[in-house]
C-alpha cells in the first residue's frame, strides 16, 4: 500500500492563478481531510469528506473547493491564489473513529 | 467541539521521562482521546489512543483519570530524536471532524 499520496510536493503560483492539489489514498478509507499548516503553528482544517459524494467546510474553507468523486481521490482547489494561502498542505484519510493517516505535503508559495 | 489545552512547550534531557498533560473538560462519553507526532517537515502521525485508565504501546503510555478531564502522554527515556510537537485531541464519534490544537513543541537536550 502507497498510503496517502500527495502531488506536487512543491508549487509557487502567482497571485490569482488557479491550480489543484491532489490526493489520493488507496486504503478504501471513507474520511479524508485536507488541513494547511503556516510556519510555527498547528494545523487547521479546510475540508473533510465522509465519503464519495460528501463534502463539509472546515475551520477556513474561503477560497478552497473539494470535491469526492470517488473514496480515493479528494482534490483541493484553489480559485484564484493569494499570498496568504502560503502555507503547507496536508491531506489525511481515515475510517470513522480510527486513527488519521496523513499525506507527506504539499509546500505552497503564492507571489 | 471539545476544546484541548496543553503547554504550548517543554524542554527536558535524554534518558529522562516526559510526561505532558493534556487538559479536555467537555469530553463527551463516547469520546476517545488521541495523540500525534509531527517532525518539522512531515504530516502527524499517530501515537497512541485510549479511552479510559492506561494503555501502553511501543512508543507511549497514556495515563486517563477516572473523570476523563485530562490526559497525560508518557514518553520513558526520551532521547533527541522525540524533539516534535506532540497534539492532543479529542475523536468525538458524533462528529466526523477531526480538529487541531496548537500542540506543545518538545525540545530534548542532550
Known amino acids: 500500500n502507497a498510503g496517502v499520496t500527495q502531488t506536487p510536493k512543491f508549487q509557487v503560483l502567482k497571485t490569482g492563478q488557479s491550480m489543484t492539489l491532489q490526493c489520493a489514498q488507496d486504503?478504501?478509507?471513507?474520511?479524508m481531510s485536507w488541513y494547511r499548516q503556516d510556519p510555527g503553528m498547528g494545523l487547521r482544517l479546510i475540508h473533510y469528506?465522509?465519503?464519495?459524494?460528501?463534502?463539509d467546510q472546515g475551520e477556513v474553507p474561503n477560497g478552497y473547493n473539494v470535491s469526492r468523486s470517488t473514496t480515493e481521490d479528494f482534490p483541493l482547489r484553489l480559485l484564484s491564489a493569494a499570498p496568504s494561502q502560503t502555507s503547507v498542505y496536508f491531506c489525511a484519510s481515515r475510517t470513522k473513529g480510527a486513527r488519521q493517516f496523513f499525506g507527506p505535503g504539499t509546500r505552497l508559495t503564492v507571489l | 467541539l471539545a476544546k484541548t489545552t496543553q503547554p504550548i512547550s517543554m524542554d527536558s534531557y535524554e534518558g529522562q521521562e516526559v510526561n505532558i498533560t493534556c487538559s479536555h473538560n467537555?469530553?463527551?462519553?463516547?469520546?476517545?482521546i488521541t495523540w500525534y507526532q509531527q517532525f518539522p517537515s512531515q504530516g502527524p502521525r499517530f501515537i497512541i489512543q485510549g479511552y479510559k485508565t492506561k494503555v501502553t504501546n511501543e512508543v507511549a503510555s497514556l495515563f486517563i483519570p477516572a473523570d476523563r478531564k485530562s490526559s497525560t502522554l508518557s514518553l520513558p527515556r526520551v532521547s533527541l530524536s522525540d524533539t516534535a510537537v506532540y497534539y492532543c485531541?479529542?475523536?468525538?464519534?458524533?462528529?466526523?471532524?477531526?480538529?487541531f490544537g496548537k500542540g506543545t513543541r518538545l525540545h530534548i537536550l542532550p
Open positions: 486504503m478504501n478509507h471513507e474520511y
Open positions: 469528506s465522509v465519503g464519495a459524494g460528501i463534502t
Open positions: 485531541l479529542v475523536l468525538m464519534n458524533r462528529d466526523d471532524k477531526i480538529i
Open positions: 467537555n469530553i463527551a462519553t463516547n469520546d476517545y
